[in-house]
């Protein structure tokens, strides 16, 4: 492991904690569909604001191979 790969490494072990601790409380309150959609509704949105903000250096493949 890199000096550069820690930051991304906390960042990550972060995000898994507080979904742990998110779905202790949650699993209760709501049903498990619901529950399920709210998450990938949630991860959804994360991945295309995470995009939005690195898509200068990333652009969407046009292979017609991929």
Do not use: K, N
């Not at 904690?17 to 699993?27: E, H, M, N, Q, Y």
């Amino acid at each position: 492991m890199t000096a550069q790969a820690l930051p991304y490494i906390s960042f990550l072990g972060f995000l898994f904690g507080s979904t742990l601790v998110a779905s202790r409380f949650s699993v209760g309150q709501f049903q498990p569909t619901t529950y399920i959609g709210l998450r990938l509704t949630m991860a959804g949105l994360g991945h295309v604001a995470f995009y939005a903000l690195v898509s200068r250096r990333y652009r969407w493949p046009t292979d017609r191979r991929l």
